[in-house]
């Protein structure tokens, strides 16, 4: 069974700073992988999605990447800002549904 | 292009009743997600629908949930018999097709059983 998991938990960094999060999954037959973005209270805005045949997306200042070999995809955001602050969540996409791991809450310290 | 309309945004049930709760997909998506988010865990798929089929209900609890995604109109889960460990935020997502396609998320549907 696919299982998804994203380190840190929980990050809090001065504005300014690049940061990066991450996303392991245990079954490389994915269609692709998704992050997504969740405010308190709020649905999912997808933010990148990455095919299983694509390397990287790139999106204003954020950047994915995916190595479906070694399952793992990366989220680069640069120049943080205080209006980052969500929680961000990846999803691998296995055809019948999205396994989502539990996120990264992320603090932008103005 | 509307996105995923769920409604109700907010929804209080007293236990023991049912509860009904919809999804819109997308114009041009045929294909319908069901996702269960409990307080401080991760979102649990619950099932996956195409029109007037269900596709994969694994992740669906054997008892009082059902879902159905009918020719017209939007997708329905109900939840009858409601209970406190109900209380969740259910999201639905809709995606054109399957394998290479991106979903798209309503903004839930919050559920407090009193």
């Keep these: 069974k696919q299982e998804v998991t994203q380190i840190p938990a929980a990050l809090s960094v001065p504005e300014g700073e690049n940061l990066v999060l991450n996303c392991s999954f245990t079954d490389s037959a994915i269609y692709n992988l998704q992050w997504f973005r969740q405010d308190p209270g709020k649905g999912l805005t997808s933010l990148l999605l990455i095919q299983s045949s694509q390397r990287e997306q790139t999106s204003g200042r954020l950047n994915a990447s995916l190595d479906k070999s070694s399952g793992r995809s990366t989220l680069y955001i640069a120049a943080s800002q205080p209006g980052d602050s969500a929680t961000y969540l990846c999803a691998v996409n296995t055809g019948n549904q999205f396994y989502f791991g539990t996120g990264t809450s992320l603090t932008v310290i103005p | ?114």
């Design chain 2, 1 to 114: 292009n509307a996105g995923v309309m769920q409604n109700p945004r907010h929804l209080v049930r007293r236990r023991g009743q049912e509860a009904r709760l919809r999804c819109s997909p997308m114009k041009g998506h045929s294909h319908v997600y069901w996702y269960r988010q409990l307080p401080e865990e991760g979102l649990k798929f619950m099932v996956y629908l195409q029109k007037e089929n269900i596709i994969d209900e694994s992740g669906m609890p054997k008892e009082r949930f059902s879902a159905e995604f009918p020719k017209e109109g939007p997708s329905i889960l109900r939840i009858q018999q409601v209970v406190r460990g109900d209380s969740a935020a259910y999201f639905c997502a809709s995606s054109p097709g399957t394998g290479e396609t991106e979903a798209f998320f309503g903004q839930g549907t919050r559920l407090t059983v009193v």
